[in-house]
């Protein structure tokens, strides 16, 4: 909303400043109207300049960690509150909602801080630090353009922003991100897409493609696997690799903060 800060929704989640910075791979303070912010102490990490100190402040926040809850079918707000341990009217007010809101399936809400004790976060075990957020990458599209649009409204607001969106000209060649076995595939939202697994566990999606450079196969680091193109749901719009990143088996996370690392 316009006039937020990092600190001031921080502060209104009573969750510390650097958890919200790594929750949502946010390095620069920049935030957007109408981006959706995770609220998540337990994440931990931070930003790419985060010191060892604030990375340790935001773990042990976690008596005051909360999270976010996708809505699914037959789901009820009181339903949530009591499976997250936390009661009714703080889930409403973490939400600014009634308890005659509309929930449904495929909604994100914000799960307020509970002392209940949570499972340890699933903490990427090969990366390069504990408290780091993402791999280190090759930087996919050299010389391309993106910024953090993490939880940028989609379909109006049906739906958020998972990844990052970099733009380059149509034919801008696409290299692999990261050493490892590359799937291409085409479906109606990503067009011509690649999952790129590696061998420490992340898996790379990126979508949008005009073609791809080869087959299905191991790649190395910087490898030409394709070219920038606006196929899928982004036919008519800007030309640009949407980059997707998870843990293998996990939630998507932002992948901003390593794209910016790897391109700059
Ligand atoms: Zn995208």
């Given at each position: 909303r316009p006039g937020d800060t990092v600190a001031g929704i921080a502060r209104r989640y009573g969750v510390s400043a650097d958890s919200v910075r790594a929750a949502n791979g946010i390095v620069d303070d920049e935030l957007y109207r109408g981006a959706r912010l995770i609220i998540d102490g337990s994440i931990g990490g931070g930003s790419s300049d985060g010191s060892s100190a604030s990375r340790a402040d935001a773990r042990s926040s976690s008596s005051s960690s909360g999270g976010r809850y996708t809505v699914e079918e037959g789901d009820t707000l009181s339903g949530i509150a009591e499976d997250h341990g936390v009661s009714l009217s703080a889930l409403l007010k973490a939400n600014h909602m009634t308890s005659r809101s509309l929930i449904l399936p495929g909604h994100t809400v914000v799960i307020p801080g509970s002392t209940r004790s949570r499972a340890p976060s699933r903490r990427p075990s090969g990366s390069r630090s504990a408290g780091s957020v993402g791999p280190d990458l090759r930087c996919p599209v050299p010389g391309s353009s993106f910024m953090n649009d993490w939880g940028f409204p989609r379909d109006d607001g049906g739906r958020f922003h998972e990844g990052t969106d970099i733009f380059a000209p149509r034919g801008t060649t696409v290299r692999a991100p990261a050493s490892g076995t590359v799937v291409f595939g085409r479906n109606h939202l990503g067009g011509t897409t690649f999952t790129l697994t590696t061998a420490t566990g992340w898996e790379i999606y990126g979508a949008h493609m005009s073609a791809t450079i080869g087959s299905s196969r191991s790649v190395r680091a910087g490898e030409a696997i394709g070219w920038v193109g606006n196929t899928?749901?982004?036919?008519?719009?800007?030309?640009?690799l949407h980059m997707g990143l998870k843990r293998v088996g996990g939630r998507a996370m932002n992948p901003y903060p390593s794209v910016r690392a790897a391109c700059g």
């Open positions: 899928g749901n982004a036919a008519g719009g800007d030309t640009h």
